[in-house]
């Protein structure tokens, strides 16, 4: 069973993500995710990643990795509900002056 994906620095943008989210829901062993060094991922990829991850039963997520991305205060908002459960959440944005890590290190 896959229970890790690491994406880190492909360049990608809300489209490649969108490709990844449609099979997402079908990986239910996933437990780590790494979208780390995206500079393309925005607040809109930010949002359909957080609709992804709030399905019904909910991905079964512990690890997401999203620093040096472009996330802001919105794409924030938006995954703040879907990552508020996971083990470990990083990410950063000094666009918007704000990081959140729920893992001493990241």
Request: aromatic share 4%; with cysteine.
């Amino acid at each position: 069973t896959l229970s890790s994906l690491d994406y880190s620095s492909l360049d990608w943008g809300v489209a490649e993500l969108g490709v990844l989210l449609e099979s997402l829901a079908l990986l239910r062993a996933l437990r780590s995710l790494d979208l780390s060094d995206n500079s393309r991922l925005d607040d809109e990829a930010a949002a359909a990643l957080a609709a992804c991850m709030l399905v019904d039963p909910p991905l079964p997520l512990e690890m997401l990795n999203l620093s040096s991305s472009s996330l802001g205060a919105a794409g924030g908002a938006a995954l703040a509900p879907a990552v508020a459960r996971l083990a470990t959440v990083c990410w950063s944005c000094t666009r918007a002056k704000w990081c959140m890590s729920a893992t001493p290190g990241h």
